[in-house]
């Protein structure tokens, strides 16, 4: 090998080891994302179920905020529910949701919105 070849393999060494020194854990901008866990409903009564709501996630800071909305169920009629949106820190990982049943026996979906800064929406069903 050369004196050219040796100096431009140190070149492109001395080049890569810059590169990786120059970046840390802080510049690298890491990615949000809130993982709903499996959905639960219990039966709390003849005409009440409790939603129990979990989540889990990615790049997200335990003092974050999550903030639930559980929007109208179809077939309409069928549960109702306090329209309410329920803050927690991510910390909490879980939420719970009173719904009052009408119908039973009846298959039922949802719609549950993480909102703000961890915006996910999801689709979930089960039977009353």
């Known amino acids: 090998m050369n004196t050219r070849s040796q100096f ?38 003849e005409h009440k179920m409790i939603l129990e709501v979990k989540w889990d996630g990615t790049g997200i800071k335990d003092n974050e905020k999550v903030t639930t909305k559980l929007h109208g169920c179809t077939p309409s009629g069928t549960l109702s529910f306090r329209r309410d949106i329920k ?30 800064d961890l915006q996910t929406n999801v689709t979930f069903g089960f039977q009353t």
């Open 8 to 45: 431009v393999i140190i070149f492109i060494i001395a080049f890569l080891l810059f590169i990786n020194s120059s970046y840390t854990s802080q510049d690298v901008n890491i990615f949000k994302r809130i993982i709903p866990q499996l959905f639960k409903v219990k039966k709390a009564g």
């Open 87 to 116: 803050k927690h820190k991510f910390s909490d990982h879980e939420t719970t949701y009173e719904l009052a049943v009408h119908d039973k026996g009846v298959p039922v979906q949802c719609l549950l919105e993480f909102t703000g």
